[in-house]
Each structure stands twice: as structure tokens, then as C-alpha cells.
């Protein structure tokens, strides 16, 4: 290899990486924020569970379980919204974002999410609708369960994920507006087009034999989702989402240089006493 060549190599191999640490050293744990909380609704996280109230915030590797009737709204702070339905468990895997310049209000109105984000939920049970903004190309939204998993393009969507004490499971994925790819549930992924669901009947025994249909959504499902979609519009009209305040940098352990040691005391000549030198 020639030496220029290979000095070009490095010097794009440099950029490349400088570029990727300044794309990803930015970004920082984003905001959820609870709303619209009816019935028993939990937060449980690692140290605590407590009743989730409007208001109260929610953040990465947070759980949030809803009783029979309850249901919640969580408003992200890229804009996203997810209203979590009856009986449910739904846990916040990773949220982050790159940070605000500024409030937003009425995110709503957003057409696009206002930065860069990473969104992995898990749903362990129940169900959910959620409104994603158009993402950043190098953004993700992602939802898991125990039998498969949905990646958001950006889109108004409902899951459901309901197992069974058979080992039997329910697994369901809605598209109202959008494109929602199913994963993991078979050998390739299966696009959800607008106006389309899948339904996936699964043994956890024998994931194998998964039976997998994709049809039009039925009017009462869409009505389900029309009126959960209806609450998270209303919701975010009247949010504000606030800048998430940056991470500050680690303490810098400074260690004191110690005072330099006292001189030794100065050395005093001694008097000479040998014999005849005259001095005494």
C-alpha cells in the first residue's frame, strides 16, 4: 500500500470515529412523563414500587403496570406517546435522546421527532397504542414481547400480547397509519401495511409452529384505536416537554500537590579543639 493511501485511509478512519463520538456521546436519558391515569396504576423500578400519578415522571428501566379498568398515557419527549391499556406491564427498556434547545409545546403538532432518540419498550403483557413521529434515519423505535418483537417507522399502532397459563400465547399487531415491521416471530420480517394487523397464535413450547395471518383490521378494532388515539392527540395539546437537563461531567479528582518539606536547619560550625590551633 502506498503511504499516501494509507494516509488517506487513516485520515478518514479518524473522521469516521470523531464523527460517530460526537453523534452518540450526546445522547442522554429522555423524559416520559405519565398523564391521564385512571384506575390502580403502578411504577415499580429497582428500589421501589409506588402509584404512578399524573405528572410523575418515568424514565429508563422504569415497569409501569396497570390493574383491570386502569390505563395510562406516557408522553415521551420525542414526541411519542403511548396510551398503555387494562392489565397491563409494560417496561421501559431504553429511552435516550439527544437534548432540547428549547420547550416544546403542543408536541402533538410535530410532524417529526424533534431530535435524535432510541426507544426499546417491552411489552410482558396487555396492551398498548401508541403515535410515533416521523423518526431521524439514524433513530429507532422498537417494542418487544416475550414472542416477537415491532420496529416503528413512525406511525399509529396497537399491540396486544396476551399468554395463557397453557403456554399458549396471543400476539397482535395493528398498523392505523404508517408502516410496522413484525420481527423475530418468523424467519424473515413481515411488513404491517396501513389498514393491516397480524395474528400470531404461538405455542412457547414450539415457537416453530407459530401460525401467522395477516388480514384487514376489523371496525371494532379500529374503533378501539381511533378512540385511544383520539386521547393521546388531547394529551399532547396540553404537554410541554422541557429540556432534558445535560448529564453534568464526573467530579474531577484533583489530587493537592503537598507543601514542599521545611529546609533542614542550617549547620553550625564547631568550635576546633585541637591542641594548638588557638581556638577555644
Known sequence: MKISTLLRFLSCAFVATALSVNVFGQTELGRIKAARVQ?????????AESPLKDGDDVVQTDTIVTGKGASVVLVFANGSSVRLGSESRLSIDQFLMDPLDAPITNPGALKEE?????????LTYGEMVGDVKKLNSSSSYSIKTPVGAAGIRGTIYRIVYRPSSDGKAFFQIQTAEGLVVMEGVTNTEVPVAEGKEVIVEIDTEKPEEAKVQTKDISPADAAVITSASQELVQTLQNATIDPT???PPPAENKEETPPPPPPPPPVQDSPDLTPGSGKA
Not at 39 to 47: R, T, W
Request: aromatic share 0%; net charge positive; proline share 14%.
Open 114 to 122: 424533534p431530535s435524535k432518540s432510541k426507544t426499546t419498550l417491552n
Open 39 to 47: 384506575g390502580e396504576v403502578k411504577k415499580l423500578n429497582a428500589s
Open 245 to 247: 437537563p445535560p448529564t
